[in-house]
């Protein structure tokens, strides 16, 4: 089992045993392909996995047969890797933009990921990041079909409520990355609802505490959502 990444802290047996049958149904059920001659070894396929479903660990996953299901490809380059984007401008014309990224998620299509930036402990873009929690989090946005920061709720969450939290929240983010203030996350998030998603995600799993502080509702929020409450167990860890 993966013990280096930060996202595990104060998991009980009983969770770290759920999550250890869940990464097996994940790599049974994914395919793992290493681009520019990487090797994929099992310690990579349990390390993604590993983090991919810490977010599923509580959404009842284990019941089917399939962990993060309708798609199977999961492709690791050794580092950051290039990206062509068609975009349209607002005349119409459509534009290419080359992008250096170090993950990439698509509804239907893989999840693909820098090995450098996935392997457990990499935080090379400081405290707080992690892409394979931000492309898993993008993919369970996806599952109503749009990436829009609104994934599929649970019967007993209010869409409204969550849709309030959430626009209240980004919108004072933005606010902030505008008038250039200190942000209490990564900038990234400001760029669209579906990013600031998957970045809060990312500090929600490992710097709770900052992101309670920052936006509480929205640290409420996904404490129902993901049926998680990483700030609760981490203080209970350190007692
Ligand atoms: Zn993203």
Redesign the pocket.
């Known amino acids: 089992m993966v013990t280096e990444t930060d996202a595990l802290i104060g998991l009980d047996q009983v969770e770290l045993l759920h999550l250890r049958d869940l990464v097996t149904l994940f790599v049974h059920g994914k395919r793992f392909y290493g681009i520019h001659e990487l090797e994929i070894d099992d310690y990579m396929k349990v390390a993604v996995a590993a983090q991919a479903c810490l977010l599923v660990l509580n959404l009842d996953a284990a019941g089917s047969a399939e962990v993060y299901p309708g798609w199977t490809s999961i492709i690791l380059y050794p580092g950051a890797f290039v990206a062509r984007h068609d975009y349209r401008d607002a005349i119409g014309v459509v534009h290419q933009r080359i992008l250096a990224l170090d993950?990439e998620a698509s509804r239907r299509g893989p999840v693909v990921l820098s090995w450098e930036d996935a392997r457990p402990g990499a935080e090379p873009h400081g405290a707080g990041r992690n892409v394979v929690l931000?492309?898993f989090a993008?993919k369970l946005d996806f599952l109503d079909g749009t990436s829009n920061g609104h994934p599929p709720l649970h019967s007993d969450m209010s869409t409204a409520t969550w849709a309030a939290v959430f626009s209240a929240a980004y919108g004072h983010f933005c606010g902030l990355v505008a008038h250039g203030h200190h942000t209490p996350f990564n900038d990234y998030a400001a760029t669209n609802p579906?990013?600031f998603f998957?970045v809060v995600t990312e500090v929600f799993f490992l710097a709770p505490q900052r992101l309670q502080g920052a936006y509480p509702e929205v640290y409420g929020q996904l404490v129902r959502y993901y049926r998680q409450d990483p700030a609760a167990r981490r203080a209970h860890h350190r007692r």
């Open positions: 993950g931000h492309e993008h579906a990013e998957a």
